[in-house]
């Protein structure tokens, strides 16, 4: 993953589609896991609550960050974009994709076992997966335009403190909430940057 040559925008959607790729197979790893679990309410419930979570991701990183990251990449200057690109598409990278990996983890196990606690290494993996993925787009965000992300930050610290205060909760509960509080952060943020966010896009 480490970038190298001047078509920004080419190298921007490779990137954008590797963290597609990502999603897609934590897609397949939650039904793979349905597959061999007696369906239900439980289950399907369970099913909906993962899906919704990376339907999530995929919101955090396509909505807004992939076309701002074009943006800084198109104003900075030769010598420079070089160094921003190959800083966020490698280094800023690496936490978003072990992100991904990770919730497809606490996914599988959430789906296999709904309605029992999640593991020490599931709670692990669903705190860290999400916390990872936001910081991810903290370290972007701060590299490209030096402004730190608050609702981004708020959102990993409350993802890693769901699983730490409910841990003896079901986990599809878990999941939910985790998921819920990923979604109101980046809603916040969507509010909040709306102007920008709409210029970027339209742009």
């Known amino acids: ?4 040559g001047d078509d920004r925008e080419a190298k921007a959607a ?11 197979e934590s897609i397949v790893a939650i039904g793979v896991s349905a597959s061999s679990v007696e ?25 807004f960050v992939a076309p701002a990251v074009e943006r800084a990449l198109k104003r900075a200057g030769d010598t420079a ?3 921003l690109a190959r800083d ?20 599988k196990k959430t789906v296999a076992h709904p309605d029992e606690a999640l593991s020490g290494a599931g709670r692990f993996a669903l705190g860290a997966g999400i916390a990872l993925y936001l910081l991810g787009f903290v ?7 030096r402004r730190i992300a608050w609702e981004r930050v708020l ?5 890693v403190l769901v699983v730490l205060l409910l841990d003896a909760v079901a986990a599809a509960v878990v999941m939910m909430a985790a998921v819920a509080l990923l979604a109101l952060a980046l809603a916040v943020e969507a509010a909040r940057l709306r102007e920008l966010r709409a210029s970027i896009r339209a742009g």
């Open 139 to 145: 370290l972007a965000r701060y590299r490209s335009i």
């Open 88 to 107: 966020v598409f490698t280094f800023c990278h690496y936490p978003i994709v072990a992100g991904i990996i990770l919730f497809a983890v606490a996914a």
């Open 14 to 24: 490779a990137y954008g589609l590797f963290v597609i790729i990502a999603l897609g």
């Open 1 to 4: 993953m480490v970038y190298c």
């Open 155 to 159: 959102g990993a610290a409350a993802a």
């Open 81 to 83: 974009r070089a160094k």
């Open 39 to 63: 369906r239900d309410a439980k289950l399907a419930g369970a099913v909906a609550v993962a899906f919704a979570g990376v339907a999530t991701l995929w919101w955090a990183y396509f909505d």
